[in-house]
């Protein structure tokens, strides 16, 4: 039979559509089209995923929206967005409690009042309790923007009240916060220090004992039995000619810049640990309580080496 010969296994004599394709034929391009178009269709396959390959390798990394997860680059903009609440009702707290000026007068009756300060420390310590207890259950937002204003008027407050007695006090203890927190996270991002048990240890004890010198002195303040020409209280006597807040306020910057040791270590950990994103307002947060009580202590050891010259 024909059909058994070799000769005649040529398409041609197999399939009659082969003939309109065979050489000659006017779809000759096209024999063996099946298995021409699947190829095709295979190499366009390759050249769209390899595309898409390409498009997502050159596309920037997921940011903490996309991951929902803690960042460097988020908790730094939730830090900056407390700080610019703060520095607003700073400039609030410092209008208010010059009693409507603009600025210090160096009149000495100017009228003061001191309630920013006092609304705002008191409005601040009870905020940072109920952050600090209800945070593991649930991050509050709202609390933390709340806590950044009421600072901001105990920080302004506090601020005119300082700079009536000691006129450019505010600038000098600025400056010195800022130099202070710009060392300690310089030195934490070249690993130049870190957080250890032993350090940890030993700042936890002073931190103990500083809070109850701290209150001792409040107490002797409020029932007068210091000398009313102590200003700062025990923190006016002095130590061989040297004021003791000076020595204490000079310790306690060095335990304040050691906390925020602790907090840029909190945020790496978390960060590392892909902690949820709501966790970089506790991290803003923790950093701000910081930085505030910096800046207070370092205006006290001002204050104290001017006020003893």
């Known amino acids: 039979?024909?059909?058994n010969n070799p000769a005649f296994n040529n398409p041609a004599f197999q399939d009659e559509r082969a003939v309109r394709t065979y050489p000659g034929g006017a779809q000759a391009a096209n024999i063996g089209g099946a298995s021409q178009t699947a190829s095709a269709q295979h190499a366009g396959v390759d050249a769209a995923a390899n595309a898409q390959l390409e498009g997502?390798?050159?596309a920037p990394a997921a940011g903490s929206l996309e991951t929902d997860r803690m960042s460097y680059e988020d908790t730094i903009w939730k830090t900056v967005g407390l700080f610019?609440?703060?520095?607003?009702?700073a400039a609030v707290g410092w209008f208010w409690t010059l009693g409507g000026a603009l600025s210090i007068?160096?009149?000495p009756n100017q009228q003061v009042t001191m309630m920013p300060w006092i609304l705002g420390g008191l409005g601040?310590?009870?905020l940072a309790m109920v952050i600090i207890f209800t945070s593991r259950k649930k991050v509050r937002p709202a609390l933390i923007f709340a806590y950044a204003a009421f600072e901001g008027l105990f920080i302004g407050g506090i601020s005119a009240f300082f700079e009536i007695m000691y006129p450019g006090i505010v600038m000098q203890a600025t400056l010195a916060t800022l130099a202070v927190v710009g060392v300690t996270l310089a030195l934490f991002a070249s690993g130049k220090i870190r957080a250890t048990k032993k350090a940890t240890k030993i700042f936890l004890i002073a931190m103990i004992g500083y809070m109850v010198f701290s209150l001792l002195n409040l107490i002797l303040m409020?029932?007068?039995?210091?000398?009313?020409?102590?200003?700062?209280?025990?923190y006016s006597a002095t130590i061989m000619g040297i004021p003791l807040g000076l020595i204490i306020g000079i310790l306690v910057v060095i335990m304040a810049a050691y906390s925020l040791v602790l907090d840029f270590d909190s945020i790496q950990r978390g960060v590392r640990n892909g902690a949820p994103r709501q966790y970089g307002w506790m991290g803003a947060f923790g950093i701000m309580v910081t930085v505030v009580w910096l800046y207070v202590e370092i205006l006290?050891?001002?204050a104290i080496v001017r006020g003893s010259n």
């Open 222 to 234: 409020w029932t007068n039995v210091l000398p009313a020409d102590q200003a700062f209280g025990l």
């Open 105 to 107: 007068t160096g009149d």
């Open 1 to 3: 039979m024909a059909l």
């Open 84 to 89: 610019t609440i703060l520095v607003a009702t």
């Open 300 to 302: 006290r050891i001002i």
């Open 124 to 126: 601040g310590f009870v």
């Open 56 to 58: 997502m390798y050159a």
